[in-house]
Protein backbone atom coordinates (compact mmCIF):
# COMPACT_ATOMS: atom_id res chain seq x y z
CA UNK A 1 0.00 0.00 0.00
CA UNK A 2 1.53 3.43 -0.82
CA UNK A 3 2.07 6.31 2.04
CA UNK A 4 0.02 9.40 1.58
CA UNK A 5 1.58 12.75 1.68
CA UNK A 6 -1.01 13.84 4.39
CA UNK A 7 0.12 10.90 6.55
CA UNK A 8 3.28 12.14 6.91
CA UNK A 9 5.50 14.81 8.70
CA UNK A 10 6.75 17.74 6.30
CA UNK A 11 9.74 19.90 6.63
CA UNK A 12 9.18 23.33 4.68
CA UNK A 13 12.20 25.41 3.99
CA UNK A 14 10.33 28.52 4.57
CA UNK A 15 10.78 27.18 8.51
CA UNK A 16 14.41 27.90 7.83
CA UNK A 17 15.81 31.52 8.92
CA UNK A 18 19.08 32.85 7.62
CA UNK A 19 20.72 32.71 10.48
CA UNK A 20 23.90 30.73 10.31
CA UNK A 21 25.92 29.17 13.05
CA UNK A 22 23.79 28.91 15.55
CA UNK A 23 20.91 26.51 17.03
CA UNK A 24 17.59 26.95 15.80
CA UNK A 25 14.31 25.28 15.52
CA UNK A 26 11.65 24.59 13.01
CA UNK A 27 8.58 23.02 13.08
CA UNK A 28 7.53 20.06 10.96
CA UNK A 29 3.71 19.30 10.59
CA UNK A 30 1.46 15.97 10.38
CA UNK A 31 -2.31 16.21 11.00
CA UNK A 32 -2.25 18.93 12.92
CA UNK A 33 0.56 18.26 15.29
CA UNK A 34 3.93 19.75 15.38
CA UNK A 35 7.19 17.89 16.04
CA UNK A 36 10.30 20.39 16.89
CA UNK A 37 13.45 19.97 14.37
CA UNK A 38 16.71 21.50 15.61
CA UNK A 39 19.17 22.89 13.24
CA UNK A 40 22.15 24.71 12.50
CA UNK A 41 23.40 26.24 8.93
CA UNK A 42 27.12 26.11 8.09
CA UNK A 43 28.65 26.62 4.71
CA UNK A 44 31.40 25.03 3.29
CA UNK A 45 33.02 25.39 -0.25
CA UNK A 46 30.04 27.24 -1.62
CA UNK A 47 27.29 24.63 -0.28
CA UNK A 48 24.80 25.84 2.10
CA UNK A 49 24.12 23.38 4.62
CA UNK A 50 21.70 22.37 6.97
CA UNK A 51 22.51 20.04 10.08
CA UNK A 52 19.14 19.09 11.66
CA UNK A 53 18.10 16.81 14.56
CA UNK A 54 15.38 15.16 15.16
CA UNK A 55 13.25 12.58 17.24
CA UNK A 56 11.45 9.58 15.48
CA UNK A 57 9.60 7.62 18.14
CA UNK A 58 11.79 7.27 20.70
CA UNK A 59 15.39 7.76 18.84
CA UNK A 60 16.86 10.89 17.96
CA UNK A 61 18.35 11.36 14.32
CA UNK A 62 20.35 13.40 12.44
CA UNK A 63 20.74 14.27 9.00
CA UNK A 64 22.60 16.59 7.07
CA UNK A 65 20.39 18.88 4.12
CA UNK A 66 21.94 20.88 1.16
CA UNK A 67 19.94 24.19 0.68
CA UNK A 68 20.29 25.34 -2.36
CA UNK A 69 19.60 29.40 -3.25
CA UNK A 70 17.98 30.49 -7.24
CA UNK A 71 18.58 33.42 -8.53
CA UNK A 72 15.17 35.04 -9.40
CA UNK A 73 13.94 38.93 -10.55
CA UNK A 74 12.83 39.53 -7.51
CA UNK A 75 15.17 38.10 -5.33
CA UNK A 76 16.61 34.52 -4.57
CA UNK A 77 14.46 31.61 -3.43
CA UNK A 78 15.65 28.79 -0.96
CA UNK A 79 14.88 25.08 -2.04
CA UNK A 80 16.09 21.86 -0.29
CA UNK A 81 18.46 19.66 -2.44
CA UNK A 82 17.00 15.60 -1.70
CA UNK A 83 19.74 12.99 -2.09
CA UNK A 84 18.12 12.21 -5.41
CA UNK A 85 19.16 15.84 -6.56
CA UNK A 86 15.48 17.40 -7.06
CA UNK A 87 14.74 20.78 -5.91
CA UNK A 88 11.92 20.74 -2.82
CA UNK A 89 10.20 23.37 -0.64
CA UNK A 90 9.05 20.45 0.92
CA UNK A 91 10.61 17.14 2.53
CA UNK A 92 8.58 14.22 4.45
CA UNK A 93 9.38 12.02 6.97
CA UNK A 94 7.56 8.79 6.60
CA UNK A 95 5.67 7.02 9.42
CA UNK A 96 8.44 4.99 10.72
CA UNK A 97 11.43 6.77 8.75
CA UNK A 98 14.56 7.90 9.74
CA UNK A 99 15.31 10.92 7.11
CA UNK A 100 13.47 13.28 5.56
CA UNK A 101 13.32 13.38 1.61
CA UNK A 102 11.03 14.05 -1.46
CA UNK A 103 7.79 12.53 -2.59
CA UNK A 104 9.51 11.04 -5.21
CA UNK A 105 12.09 9.70 -2.81
CA UNK A 106 9.64 8.30 -0.39
CA UNK A 107 6.72 7.00 -3.62
CA UNK A 108 4.25 9.32 -2.40
CA UNK A 109 1.00 10.02 -3.27
CA UNK A 110 -1.69 12.52 -2.65
CA UNK A 111 -5.35 10.95 -1.08
CA UNK A 112 -7.34 12.47 -3.58
CA UNK A 113 -5.30 10.38 -6.53
CA UNK A 114 -5.63 7.16 -4.60
CA UNK A 115 -9.46 6.87 -6.15
CA UNK A 116 -10.42 5.57 -9.16
CA UNK A 117 -13.59 7.70 -10.73
CA UNK A 118 -15.34 5.21 -12.74
CA UNK A 119 -15.11 2.97 -9.41
CA UNK A 120 -18.56 1.97 -8.00
CA UNK A 121 -20.21 4.62 -10.43
CA UNK A 122 -17.66 7.00 -9.00
CA UNK A 123 -19.38 7.06 -5.42
CA UNK A 124 -16.12 6.18 -4.01
CA UNK A 125 -14.91 9.06 -5.95
CA UNK A 126 -16.90 11.58 -4.83
CA UNK A 127 -16.55 10.46 -0.98
CA UNK A 128 -12.87 10.62 -1.53
CA UNK A 129 -13.16 14.23 -2.34
CA UNK A 130 -16.41 15.41 0.22
CA UNK A 131 -13.39 13.75 2.46
CA UNK A 132 -10.59 15.75 1.37
CA UNK A 133 -12.76 19.53 1.99
CA UNK A 134 -13.49 18.44 5.25
CA UNK A 135 -10.17 17.89 6.23
CA UNK A 136 -9.25 20.93 4.41
CA UNK A 137 -12.15 23.01 6.55
CA UNK A 138 -10.96 21.99 9.50
CA UNK A 139 -7.90 23.54 8.98
CA UNK A 140 -9.27 26.78 8.51
CA UNK A 141 -9.11 28.67 11.68
CA UNK A 142 -9.70 32.22 10.29
CA UNK A 143 -11.96 32.86 7.15
CA UNK A 144 -11.34 36.34 6.80
CA UNK A 145 -7.88 38.99 7.60
CA UNK A 146 -8.27 42.08 7.35
CA UNK A 147 -11.55 42.17 5.32
CA UNK A 148 -10.14 39.47 2.99
CA UNK A 149 -10.29 35.86 2.65
CA UNK A 150 -7.20 33.74 3.65
CA UNK A 151 -5.39 31.43 1.62
CA UNK A 152 -6.87 28.76 2.80
CA UNK A 153 -10.47 29.69 2.38
CA UNK A 154 -9.88 30.78 -1.78
CA UNK A 155 -8.14 27.18 -1.84
CA UNK A 156 -11.01 25.82 -0.16
CA UNK A 157 -13.56 27.74 -2.31
CA UNK A 158 -11.95 27.38 -5.47
CA UNK A 159 -11.41 23.31 -4.75
CA UNK A 160 -15.42 23.70 -4.21
CA UNK A 161 -15.72 25.07 -7.28
CA UNK A 162 -13.78 22.84 -9.25
CA UNK A 163 -15.16 19.71 -7.82
CA UNK A 164 -18.80 20.32 -7.88
CA UNK A 165 -19.63 20.49 -4.39
Known amino acids: MLTKVEQCWKLNIREFSANDGLSHLAKA???GQEMSV?????YTNDLKLANITF????EVKSQII??????????DKEYFKCQCGRR??????????DRFAC?????????????????????????????C??????????ALYDGRPTKRVESFIKLREKWGV
Open 29 to 31: ECD
Open 38 to 42: AYSLS
Open 55 to 58: QSYD
Open 66 to 75: EIESVELPLG
Open 88 to 97: CSVLYLIPGG
Open 103 to 131: RNCHKLVYQVKGVSKSLMGGVLYKMNRLA
Open 133 to 142: LMEKREKIRR
